[in-house]
């Protein structure tokens, strides 16, 4: 039985490190990117958004696309999945989240040790200065919407998060490299593990001789150094595996 081998695995594990990607927070109603039909990239173009290219031709599109992605986010609610990965960190203290996903779902189930590896939509940042800015308030409803001026300079807000092309936080990928090649067990949950330098993760925990734990319905190119690959939904596996 592969769930009573995993919830093994969890109950010795004393360092864990629990890296998530955006199928962690799909059956809270948040779309992921890669999915067929319902991904982002499926219906919106990533070049034309995800870029630095791209807000720098059209700053009020791609301001206005991340305010439409905030104000869906802030409308729904983590699931059982959040609330058992909370539940592992508060029973194993030395615990880290490390999250791709730029929703705040970990964090209003609970989870207080985490890094946000592509950043959030809820640290926007000036793009010339790196002033903090000011989360807006006003619902955005969709649509373009001219990015709001630096207090500091005067230049364009950006959205806090990691676009292609960009690096990492510096800070946020070396608690993660630190943590992945430091633990004992690694739960890798809703990732395709297809967009670096953030997939290498699960890897390092493996090359450091942790259990590598895989929750995800479909494939993906981390089967290959998982112990267990657990097929199916996070927020119905994770539940049973924490009871
Ligand atoms: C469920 C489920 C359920 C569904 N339960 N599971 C090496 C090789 C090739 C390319 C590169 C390379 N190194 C770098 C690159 C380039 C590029 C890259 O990786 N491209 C590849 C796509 C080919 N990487 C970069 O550009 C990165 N930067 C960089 O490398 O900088 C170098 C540099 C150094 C110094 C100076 C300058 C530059 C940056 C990458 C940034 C990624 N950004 C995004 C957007 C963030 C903002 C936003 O939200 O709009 O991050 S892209 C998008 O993909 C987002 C995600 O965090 C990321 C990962 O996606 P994730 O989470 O895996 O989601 P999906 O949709 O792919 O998968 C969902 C999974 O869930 C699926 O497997 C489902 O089956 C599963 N699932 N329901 C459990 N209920
Ligand atoms: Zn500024």
Request: glycine residues 8%.
């Amino acid at each position: 039985m592969p769930e009573r081998d995993a919830g093994d695995l969890l109950r010795d594990a004393e360092r864990i490190v629990v890296f998530t990607g955006a199928g962690m927070s799909a059956e809270s109603g948040v779309p992921t990117f890669r999915d067929a039909l319902t991904g982002l990239w499926q219906r919106f173009d990533a070049q034309a958004l995800a870029t630095p290219e791209a807000f720098e031709a059209d700053p009020a599109l791609v301001w206005g696309w991340y305010e439409w992605r905030r104000a869906e986010v802030e409308l729904v609610w983590p699931n059982a999945g959040h609330r058992a990965v909370a539940t592992i960190a508060a029973h194993t203290p030395d615990t880290l989240v490390i999250t791709q996903n730029v929703d705040d779902l970990h964090e209003r189930a609970g989870t207080t040790r985490i890094v946000h590896l592509h950043g959030s939509l809820f640290a926007p940042r000036c793009s010339a200065c790196g002033h903090a800015a000011a989360v807006s308030e006003l619902p955005a409803e969709g649509g373009r919407i001219p990015p709001p001026a630096c207090a500091d300079c005067g230049d364009d807000v950006r959205p806090g998060v990691v676009w292609f092309g960009e690096p990492l936080p510096a800070d946020a990928l070396s608690a993660a490299t630190e943590a992945a090649s430091d633990c004992d067990l690694l739960l890798t949950i809703g990732t395709s593990g297809l967009v670096h330098p953030a997939a290498e993760i699960p890897y390092m925990a493996a090359r450091a001789g942790a259990a590598v734990i895989q929750i995800n319905p479909e494939p993906t190119p981390i089967d290959s150094v998982a112990t267990i690959n657990l097929r199916g939904p996070a927020a119905q596996i994770l539940p049973d595996l924490v009871c």
